[in-house]
């Protein structure tokens, strides 16, 4: 009752303004207690800042390697290898940051265009996605690689 009036009495009335909404909930406090859906609104608030201020490794991958190896991680037959099975992304995380690192045939080196959170991520995604599992590489191994 009281999250189904928090969001009839401020959140549509005032349009979804983050700062308008917590300024008339702590003017009104004497009159209801609004902490919980206050405290929800500020967790979902800062939950969404942190979402878009850091890409998952599915959103790197999209940007930067989907276009020769594929949404589908499939690539392009005899043009850029499939990363789903690829025993080189199933076996050493070591391997496929190497190939990220120094580049790789066609592949072109990443290591001045991303940070080594940037290619961990990436790795962790295409070595547990297209059906793929492997184990999680750390940011430190990524470190020591490119120095």
Do not use: W
């Amino acid at each position: 009752m009281v999250i189904a009036l928090f969001y009839s009495e401020f959140f549509f009335h005032y349009k979804y303004r983050f700062d308008v909404i917590v300024e008339k909930m702590i003017e009104n406090r004497s009159k209801h207690n609004y902490s919980l859906p206050l405290a929800l609104l500020v967790t979902i608030f800062l939950t969404k800042i942190a979402e878009s201020a850091e890409e998952t490794g599915e959103a790197l991958f999209l940007k930067n390697c989907a276009e020769c190896h594929q949404r589908d991680g499939r690539g392009i037959s005899n043009i850029y290898p499939s990363l789903a099975g690829n025993e080189v992304v199933v076996g050493s995380g070591v391997d496929v940051a190497l190939v990220l690192i120094i580049g790789r045939g066609e592949m072109p080196s990443f290591s001045n265009a991303m940070s080594s959170t940037e290619m961990t991520k990436i790795i962790n995604y295409v070595r547990n996605a297209f059906g793929n599992k492997g184990e999680l590489i750390s940011i430190d191994i990524i470190d020591s690689l490119k120095q």
